[in-house]
């Protein structure tokens, strides 16, 4: 029996129950999440982290909602307020969204019921996710328009350009997994990965450029250029207060763990054990494919907050030449390649074409690599000529007359 014939069968009321456990679950993380990259980021940065409120300081990130909670809520007197009320709720719904259709354990008894954790699973479903989180996007975008302050709205279109454009990056390197799995459903991709290698090794390229627009998407840090504090105060959310920025607080976290969650599930063979492990799987009736599902989720959110504990924010227009100029035409590219290897590996092509191709394949991106490090090295060598250095107009410093200590001038 398929997952989705077997998810068909659920009663209504089991399908609340399991939407009640993903929330709960995703809140919890979420929690767990703020606390656990504060302790992390601290040993990095040789300081001590939250300590004092519950053993270890777990209880710091409940008290600083409960704080939060408490705090007075201030709506601008410029602002739009049912658009700003309405902002950072379309901003969290759609983060929590995105986790209906992604598997986190196999078949498991909820009250004698056989089921998996996964409310539904559509044939779509990679582009049911991809569609909700760009939903996400319009509450940063309405948040920042709605403040009536520059700030804020210079930093909802930051959002919107960055979401933009590394969420076409994003769907592009997805496509080589489509392609590979001969499947868009996430349950499909997770049982294609389950007898053969992980798509991280065997799409690498893919799997490395989805890392990098995981983190552009969410905007994290070295990429969190749409509440950059030095330019823009506190971007799209500053004039956001009390319960209100915590919807924003949660939404960010919450998508983070819904981007780790997908990149699982794509590309590290989703809830499924590592190889040779696979008896676990058995364990605690199914249930132990849980803690292999945030074992790997974990290990995602750790690269996110190793890159925020160790590189400074690019300039917007690095990030975003990056995007448009590097990720989406090695994506491309990678998609002909990954295509053409799957419609030799259909037609039963020798091997020796197979390994002929992918050879001429490694040997043409050396080549141009080569190439592009060796121009690179003569631009660096050449010298200006003299006089050709570039020139900026500088204005004229203003007359300032000058006062007598005495009284007169």
Known sequence: MTTAELLGQDPGWLIGVKALIVFIICVIATLMA??????????MQLRTGPNRVGKFGLLQSLSDGVKLALKEDIIPAAADKVVFIIAPIIATAMCFM???????????????????????????GVLYILAVTSIGVYGVVLAGWSSGSTYPLLGGLRSSAQVISYEVAMGLSL???????????????????????WNAVVLFP?????????????????????????ELVGGFHTEYSS??????????????????????????????????????????????????FFAKVNFFF????????SLPRLRYDQFMKFGWKV???????WI????????LQQEQAPRSVVLAFAAGVVIIVMALSSLFERKKDQLRSTPLPEGDAPSFPVPALPQVQSINVTGGK
């Open 34 to 43: 703020v606390w656990t990259e504060r302790r992390v980021l601290a040993k």
């Open 98 to 124: 995105a986790f209906a259709v992604i598997p986190m354990t196999g078949v498991v008894s909820i009250f004698g019921h056989q089921t998996a954790l996964q409310l539904t699973d559509l044939p779509v």
């Open 175 to 197: 496509v080589a997994v489509f392609i590979y799995a001969s499947s868009m459903s996430t349950s499909a991709i997770v049982d294609s990965q389950h007898q053969n290698i």
């Open 206 to 230: 893919s799997f490395i450029i989805f890392l990098i627009s995981m983190v552009g998407e969410t905007n994290r840090a070295p990429f969190d250029l749409a509440e950059a504090e030095g």
């Open 243 to 292: 319960l209100k920025f915590a919807l924003f607080f949660l939404a960010e976290y919450v998508n983070i763990i819904a981007v780790s969650a997908l990149a699982t599930t794509l590309f590290l063979g989703g809830y499924h054990a590592l190889p040779g492990l696979g008896f676990t799987e058995q364990w605690l009736g199914g249930w132990f494919t849980l803690i292999w």
């Open 302 to 309: 750790f690269i996110f907050m190793w890159l925020r504990g």
């Open 327 to 333: 990720l989406i035409p090695v994506s491309i590219i």
């Open 336 to 343: 002909l390649i990954v295509a053409t290897l799957r419609v």
